[in-house]
Structure formats: C-alpha cells, structure tokens
C-alpha cells in the first residue's frame, strides 16, 4: 500500500474512536481481528488493500475515502451560490457543509414562514439513531416540540437533544423566523 503505515493507522484510530468504536467493536464491524486493527492503527503494519477495504467498511466508507484519494487539502469551501437547498415556499432550508465521504456532521440554515413547521406533529424522525441536534435561533420565535414537550425560543436561544426522536420546529409568530441546525449523525449516547 503506498500510504504511510503510521498516517494510516492514526487515521483509522482518529475514525473508530470519533464513533466511539471499541477495536473489538471494529473488528465485529470490519471481520478484521482486534489485535491485527491494533497492530495496523500503530502503524506496526500496513494492511493488504482487501484488509484495508474491510476496515473502511467496518467505518461505513469507501476505500478511497478511507485512503482520501478523494481529498486534497483537507479544505472545502462552500460559496452561497452552491448550498444544496430543500424546503418548499413555508420551510426553506439550506446545507451549509459539503457533501464530503464520511463527514459525521450537517450544518443547515432553515426560514420559517409565520405559522410554518418543518414537519407534522406525526411525522416520523428523518434523523439515524444515536443522531445529536442543536438548533440556534436567528431570528423571529420558534417552538421546539418533542415527546410531548414544547419549548419556546427567541433569538439567540439554543436546544440540544437527540434527532432520532419524532420532533419538528414551529413559527407561532407573526413573522418569518431562522435557525441553524447542527446534526452529529449516528454518535453513540453516553
């Protein structure tokens, strides 16, 4: 493999542990053993490209995104003009990040018309398990609702909790509101 075995296994260590992976955890993931992955994050040894693609697996990536050929300086910008958009005339929203391989999370600006949600109170969560959510107020008034429960936020409030839960945002106001939303996809709760 042309990759610095000591780069590589730093990178894989950097990924298991940023999913709260044990090594065993990995290696029931990747079918790769525990002390092998030990060895490869080390940097003790280098990995056969089958080994490698089971790893990347195992961390729900691509070989070559595991190996970053996909990459260059580890820099992405994201001009106004390119944001991927959604929503419809009463919930715009807009992606701020890129759509990067194995990026664990999603920055997202959303307006609210006034008396707009951004689902149906019975609308099942769009959010993987173990998903973490923190919604910032802009501007305007949103109601947070979730699990029977309803908080009322003005600008520069802020909720945190968990985006696998049925949950939607409202504008009770007279006004358009906004928001920014942060999802850490698919952490493990502690």
Do not use: W
Not at 52 to 74: H, K, V
């Amino acid at each position: 493999m042309s990759v610095n075995g000591h780069v590589f296994g730093t990178r894989i260590k950097r990924l298991r542990e940023a999913m709260d992976l044990s090594l065993r955890d990995l290696a029931e993931r990747s079918g790769v053993s525990a002390p092998m992955l030990s060895q490869v994050e080390r940097g003790e040894t280098s990995p056969t490209l089958s080994v490698a693609e089971r790893i990347a697996g195992g961390l729900e990536l691509s070989l070559s995104q595991l190996l970053r050929l996909d990459e260059t300086d580890g820099v992405s910008v994201v001009r106004a003009s390119e944001r991927r958009r959604g929503g419809g005339p009463r919930h715009r929203y807009e992606v701020l990040t890129p759509p990067l391989p194995g990026l664990r999370a999603e920055v997202s600006l959303h307006s609210l018309a006034a008396g707009a949600s951004t689902a149906e109170p019975d609308d099942p969560p769009m959010h993987e398990p173990g998903s973490r959510e923190t919604a910032v107020v802009v501007d305007g008034q949103v109601r947070f609702v979730c699990g029977g429960r309803a908080d009322d936020l003005a600008s520069g409030d802020s909720v945190t909790f968990d985006a696998d839960l049925p949950h939607h945002f409202e504008n009770p106001g007279p006004d358009e509101a906004s928001f920014y939303a942060v999802v850490a996809a698919g952490l493990r709760r502690s």
